[in-house]
């Protein structure tokens, strides 16, 4: 069954590769951005898809901009916020996809495949971002009248992403020693093009309605660990250096305040539980998790 999907946020890294995945299995798709000038490439050459320009925030715009499809991906996120009081990532997380459910309702649009984040929880997460991601993922599988599927990666990767990409642009203007905040906070970075099969397998499988799935790769590994290997995969000679945890605390105290914040003290206390699947749902999709040793050497190479 095709027909058209709207993917909020299907602008970013993994919109991108979702949409083209989509597209390929003969969807069409429409794609609201906040600035339709600035798209990747990537996305601006898909065909069968519909670019639009609007505040999905404005809830008048968003029943428009969703109104005809049978199916609204919301991949819209946020790693950092403007403040650091939570009403940033309550605004990108919380209220709309508050928004979304009650604009899927008032439509008859009953499935909304749902991105949210390993850990999430709105109770036990020790982070703005992961508070309000439990708190969108618990608001929209109470909804009434709509089918939600959940996915709850760890850090994802590919070309393109922020995680890989951003410690080897670090690394490579930092010579010699490299201090490393939360050095031993474990990750099992999740490819992206697994992450993009997981949500089309799921879009039409009424056995997959109503779950929440925690997407990792086929290994976990330390910060340390992965930033050493970025290392060697750019070329580059550098000695991590792990700094203690007061002092990774004091730097995302001290980055809250640079302009983009590259760490920040959300950021920080995210990182203190470790982002693993006790059980990996990939598998319970049907998808083998890529290795990272054979994907991120690609893209990192210069
Ligand atoms: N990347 C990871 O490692 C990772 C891991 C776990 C979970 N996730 C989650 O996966 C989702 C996608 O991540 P990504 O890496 O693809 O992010 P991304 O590249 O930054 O893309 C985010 C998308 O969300 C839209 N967006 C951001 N803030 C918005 C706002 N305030 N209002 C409306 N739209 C907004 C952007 O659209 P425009 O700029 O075009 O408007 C963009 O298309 C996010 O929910 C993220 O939390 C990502």
Do not use: W
Not at 12 to 37: K, M, Q
Not at 105 to 116: F, T
Not at 125 to 131: C, F, Q, T, V, W
Not at 150 to 166: A, E, K, M, T
């Amino acid at each position: 069954m095709t027909g058209r999907i709207t993917i909020l946020g299907g602008s970013g890294f993994v919109g991108r590769r979702i949409a083209n995945r989509l597209v390929s299995a003969g969807y069409s798709l429409r794609i609201p951005t906040r600035d339709v000038d600035n798209l990747h490439p990537d996305i601006r050459v898909l065909p069968d898809t519909e670019l639009l320009q609007a505040d999905i925030h404005d809830p008048e715009a968003l029943l428009n901009v969703i109104a005809g499809s049978r199916a609204v991906i919301n991949l819209v996120g946020i790693l950092n916020e403007k403040g650091r009081d939570g009403s940033g990532f309550r605004h990108a997380h919380v209220d709309l996809p508050r928004k979304l459910l009650q604009a899927c309702q008032a439509l008859g649009i009953r499935r909304i495949l749902h991105m949210s984040a390993l850990n999430a929880d709105p109770v036990k997460g020790p982070s703005h971002y992961l508070k309000s991601k439990g708190e969108a993922e618990d608001l929209l599988h109470a909804g009434e009248g709509i089918s939600v599927t959940s996915f709850r990666p760890s850090v994802i990767f590919g070309p393109g992403d922020d995680f890989f990409n951003r410690f080897a642009g670090l690394l490579r203007i930092t010579p010699g020693l490299f201090p490393l905040a939360c050095a031993d906070a474990r990750f099992a970075p999740v490819y992206v093009g697994d992450v993009a099969e997981a949500f089309v397998r799921s879009l039409n499988d009424s056995a997959y309605f109503g779950k929440r799935f925690d997407l990792c790769g086929p290994r976990e590994y330390s910060l340390a660990e992965l930033v050493r290997y970025t290392a060697r995969c750019c070329g580059l000679q550098r000695i991590i250096l792990p700094l203690p945890d007061a002092v990774s605390r004091i730097q995302a105290a001290v980055f809250d305040f640079i302009p983009g914040k590259p760490f920040s003290t959300d950021n920080y206390l995210s990182t203190k539980i470790d982002s693993i699947c006790k059980c990996n749902d990939l598998r319970t999709l049907g998808i083998l998790p890529t290795a990272l040793e054979g994907v991120v050497p690609n893209y990192l190479r210069i």
